[in-house]
């Protein structure tokens, strides 16, 4: 049974930080992996999806890699701002059909 | 551009009651389409997807059941509440193949 975790539960940093957020999977046979941004009490946005045959992704200030064999993907955010402060996902594909989702990591960008 | 409605907002039903949460998309045609619950601190659990018109499959036995009346219309619904059912739901639909996941903006229901 896939397995997706997220660590760190919840990060804290001042506005302009590099910062990179770790997503880790249990099965390496994966279709692709997606990370999503929530906002409270809101749905889910698709940021960047990262097809299983992909090294990375790349979407403005963000960058998402990903590597199977070691069942390992991060989310880059360059030069945070407070608008980046969210709950990040990620979620691995496992059929055509279905997503397994991390808990996901609460981010808080300080001005 | 596509779009994904979802309503209501916010709903707060007795145990026992019916349930009928609707998802509509639009500017697209034959999609995925997709119930999720996000209850707290358990993450997000797939309910129920459909890859057609009236075809659903369950990924969790449950309380809940979906329909897909039309290609663009998904339905959750339940006969009688339990406290257990509060939550997060969440529809969301993908393209064909390998696409991405779009989501609504979720229902939040209460049951009392």
């Known amino acids: 049974k896939q397995e997706v975790t997220q660590i760190p539960a919840a990060l804290s940093v001042p506005e302009g930080e590099n910062l990179v957020l770790n997503c880790s999977f249990t099965d390496s046979a994966i279709y692709n992996l997606q990370w999503f941004r929530q906002d409270p009490g809101k749905g889910l946005t698709s940021l960047l999806l990262i097809q299983s045959s992909q090294r990375e992704q790349t979407s403005g200030r963000l960058n998402a890699s990903l590597d199977k064999s070691s069942g390992r993907s991060t989310l880059y955010i360059a030069a945070s701002q407070p608008g980046d402060s969210a709950t990040y996902l990620c979620?691995?594909?496992?059929?055509?059909?279905?997503?397994?989702f991390g808990q996901g990591t609460r981010l808080t960008i300080n001005p | 551009s596509q779009t994904i409605h979802q309503w209501p907002a916010t709903l707060v039903q007795p145990v026992g009651s019916p349930l009928s949460l609707e998802c509509t998309v639009e500017?697209?045609?034959?999609?995925?389409l997709y119930w999720y619950r996000q209850a707290a601190g358990r993450g997000l659990q797939l309910l129920f997807y459909s890859v057609g018109i009236g075809q659903i499959s369950s990924e969790v036995p449950q309380n809940l059941s979906a329909s897909r009346p039309q290609d663009r219309q998904f339905i959750l619904s339940s006969k009688k509440l339990l406290l257990s059912d509060s939550g997060f739901y969440l529809c969301a639909w993908s393209a064909q193949g390998d696409s991405p996941l779009h989501f609504g903006n979720g229902t939040r229901l209460t049951v009392t």
């Open positions: 979620a691995v594909g496992q059929g055509a059909q279905k997503l397994v």
């Open positions: 500017g697209t045609s034959n999609p995925n």
